[in-house]
């Protein structure tokens, strides 16, 4: 154990990494490396370096997760608590189109609705180890299917440093991204698609090779599902995306394998949102609640973001049910309150 212990890093307890990376796992995995050449220490050096990191592990290619699962497979499991057994679900995006309600059709509540799906393309590192050379290649395929992208999808893409690309946050400042490794080669190989309204989008070489985004303001989440469904057949026939039996989609963070779909709202929540019984219903419901202003921004003001937590082990369709079930019980918390 001494010779163990010389060299073993010794993360954050804070994190997911401080919690399963034990000494024998180091001594397990610090010699392995996937066909691509990522290594443990590649997968492991953001939470090594920010000490705060809540998750602290990305994988640098679609084997790492599989290849250091004595790491990642705890992880995954703390991630997606409570999520059916991976690999009997269908991550796809089958049964989207279902009709979906609109729970605040007067807007006084949900202030806008956003869903995202992360993806990586096949035969390609991810972010935290790619080359430059990959990014470019990656970029160029993408640019190759968006003009595929016709009617009210239709856009112009924008490479990193043009003012449409720095509005919607997508400047490489995230910190634990830059220990990861996610924002090497910067600005190369970056930027972001968005069609005349900016309810599309789709971010090139961010966290993921790919996120592709559909928004728009108010609780039609129906219109949302519709323009993501379109956007995204069409970029699926022209690309070729990594998944597993397993782990459904893959994705650099651990936090969005299975569908990679992460939707969410923005509600107006003056009287309930700050309140113990608002944060137990989100928990009980499995919702992740952030700052409108963005994921590692404090709250401020009361306006909330409300997203589903799960992932994994869920079709997209039930990861939708779940936030839905969940919201309409928030509105219902507000309106109790209201005098």
């Known amino acids: 154990m001494d010779a163990i212990s010389s060299d073993f890093p010794q993360p954050s307890a804070q994190s997911l990494l401080g919690r399963f990376l034990t000494p024998e796992v180091w001594q397990a995995l610090q010699g392995v490396q996937t066909r691509t050449g990522v290594t443990l220490h590649d997968c492991i050096r953001s939470g090594l370096a920010q000490s705060d990191s809540a998750i602290g592990v990305y994988a640098g290619d679609a084997e790492s997760v599989e290849c250091f699962g004595l790491l990642f497979a705890p992880v995954i499991q703390a991630l997606h608590a409570g999520s059916p057994e991976p690999g009997a679900i269908d991550h796809g995006l089958h049964a989207m189109g279902q009709a979906f309600p609109n729970l605040d059709p007067q807007g006084t509540y949900i202030r806008s609705t956003r869903i995202r799906l992360a993806r990586n393309l096949c035969g390609y590192r991810w972010m935290p180890t790619i080359t430059r050379r990959e990014l470019l290649e990656v970029q160029g395929l993408v640019l190759e299917a968006l003009p595929g992208l016709e009617g009210d999808l239709a856009g112009s893409y924008y490479t990193v440093g043009h003012a449409a690309v720095v509005r919607v946050g997508f400047d490489g400042a995230d910190r634990f991204q830059q220990a990861a490794g996610i924002c090497r080669d910067w600005p190369d190989g970056r930027g972001v698609f968005a069609n005349a309204t900016q309810s599309l989008q789709v971010w090139v070489n961010e966290e993921d ?14 219109a949302v599902v519709a323009r993501l469904l ?37 509600m107006h929540l003056p009287r309930s949102g700050n309140s113990p019984a608002f944060k137990a219903l989100c928990a009980r419901h499995g919702l992740a609640v952030r700052s409108a202003a963005g994921e590692r921004e404090a709250q401020s003001g009361a306006v909330y973001e409300i997203s589903n937590q799960r992932r994994l082990g869920l079709s997209c369709a039930q990861c939708l049910q779940a936030l839905l079930g969940g919201v309409e019980q928030i509105i219902a918390l507000e309106r109790s309150w209201q005098p």
């Open 230 to 266: 379109r956007a995204y057949g069409h970029l699926a026939q022209a690309l070729d995306f990594q998944q597993s039996p397993r782990y459904g989609y893959l994705a650099s963070c651990p936090s969005n394998l299975g569908t990679g779909l992460r939707a969410s709202f923005h």
């Open 209 to 222: 090779h790919l996120r592709i985004i559909a928004m728009q303001p108010g609780a039609d989440i129906d």
